[in-house]
């Protein structure tokens, strides 16, 4: 039904950026909430940042605040992170995932489809 292709990602030092990008497929004509989650290693998957289908609310997980920023552009049914001021702490493999019902949030069980993860490696 909903396909979600990941690109970006990659290796950078500390304090370094990086932008990942999410392009989502298939039947996605409705006002679908889009989501970040991060996996680090020996970790379970963390909410990392959302946002529904107007922009106007998003939501940050407390260890990115100020650093990362989430957008989308529902023209072309993409969503991007952009990652700034990067700690090793934020190594981690990222996931996009897609909520059809439109509502989001920071629980792994509100989504649906997920992309297929993409390695961020951040160097001390």
């Known amino acids: 039904q909903v396909q979600l292709v990941q690109s970006g990602g990659g290796l950078v030092q500390a304090g370094g950026s990086l932008r990942l990008s999410c392009a989502a497929s298939?039947?996605?004509?409705?006002?679908?909430?889009m989501g970040w989650f991060r996996r680090a290693p020996g970790k379970e998957r963390e909410f990392v940042a959302g946002?529904?289908?107007?922009?106007?609310?998003?939501l940050y997980a407390d260890s990115v605040k100020g650093r990362f920023t989430i957008s989308r552009d529902n023209t072309k049914n993409t969503v991007d992170l952009q990652m700034n001021s990067l700690k090793p702490e934020d190594t981690a493999v990222y996931y996009c995932?897609?909520?059809?019902?439109?509502?989001?949030?920071?629980?792994?069980?509100?989504?649906?489809?997920w992309g297929q993860g993409t390695q961020v490696t951040v160097s001390s």
């Open positions: 995932a897609a909520d059809l019902k439109g509502i989001g949030g920071d629980r792994l069980w509100a989504y649906d489809y």
């Open positions: 298939g039947r996605t004509f409705g006002t679908y909430a």
């Open positions: 946002m529904r289908w107007s922009g106007g609310s998003t």
